[in-house]
């Protein structure tokens, strides 16, 4: 795809003996300890964290927003950290969607428009116009492509950030819940949602969360505890 080293072909995601520290030269902290674990192409994979700086730093490595550890990351078969900043840029922009608790919606714009301009390719402007109401039609929101974003309940809202990440077409949904995030009924209609897209779509699903009380069926289950992976789930 970037013309580079191919590896694991099979896993959406591979990460293998990842060391991660703070950026804190005072106080160096382990993030990460020979971190190493495969998310499955066609799986719904559940990633449990303890600490909010293990998410952050999870999140960014697959992501290739942060290449400053030591190890290796791989999306589809391909190194991220030896991508260089344009061509991490155009991974995470195009073939991942990201669902996250902070959905950063323009309250000015109106639904329409803030999946638009999230777009970053913008090239054949009728084919993305097109791929928006046909993406909206799919989560049954079509008719409020007009309206803005304050004036939508949590559950309209969660659609419309469901909408946004699926327009582009991506490899995979990245979502992110922390248990101050909703309230027990708006994370239960987040999981239905996640479920809906895994089912309907075929897309493979990465929910990373610090919650221990989830009532829902998922392919595989990762706990990180202390920056490794818990006891009994070790590769």
Known sequence: MYGITKARQLALFSLTNINKFNHDK???????????????????????????????ALIDIISGVDIQYTGYTCFLGNYINILDEKQR????????????????????????????????????????????????????????YNK???SLSTDQLLKVAFSRALVKKPKCIIANYNNDCFSQNNFDYFIQLLSQVHKDLSIPILLITNCNHLNMTVDKIITLKHGELYDGEKT
Not at 34 to 45: G, M
Not at 109 to 129: A, E, G, M, P, R
């Open 26 to 56: 005072s106080n160096a902290e382990i993030i990460f300890k020979n971190l190493t674990f495969d998310i499955n192409n066609e799986h719904f994979t559940l990633i449990k964290y303890q600490q909010e700086n293990e998410k952050n």
């Open 89 to 144: 840029a155009l991974l995470r922009n195009r073939m991942i969607g990201f669902v996250f608790k902070e959905n950063y919606f323009f309250n000015h714009c109106n639904v329409f428009d803030n999946i638009y301009y999230s777009v970053v390719d913008h090239k054949d402007k009728k084919k993305l116009k097109n791929n928006i109401i046909n993406t909206l039609k799919s989560m049954g929101i079509e008719k409020l």
């Open 148 to 150: 803005t974003p304050k």
